[in-house]
């Protein structure tokens, strides 16, 4: 019965995480900023930071399946 809220936060955290992760990069590549009004090189970190956060938790709700 726990296995649904599982898959389905860690479904929303992967989602989440590559999509920030992959809006990050495009944003980073065509030299615009991530943040208005943030230093880019604070704002793509942070941003990769919470991307890459949200990835791992993510993955770890998979593995309590």
Do not use: N
């Amino acid at each position: 019965m726990e296995s649904g809220p599982a898959i389905f936060a860690g479904s929303v955290f992967a989602l989440f995480g590559a999509g920030l992760l992959t809006w990050t990069v495009v944003r980073v590549r065509h030299r615009e900023p991530v943040a208005h009004g943030v230093s880019p090189v604070a704002s793509a970190t942070l941003a990769s930071c919470a991307a890459v956060i949200a990835l791992v938790v993510g993955a770890w709700c998979f593995t309590r399946l």
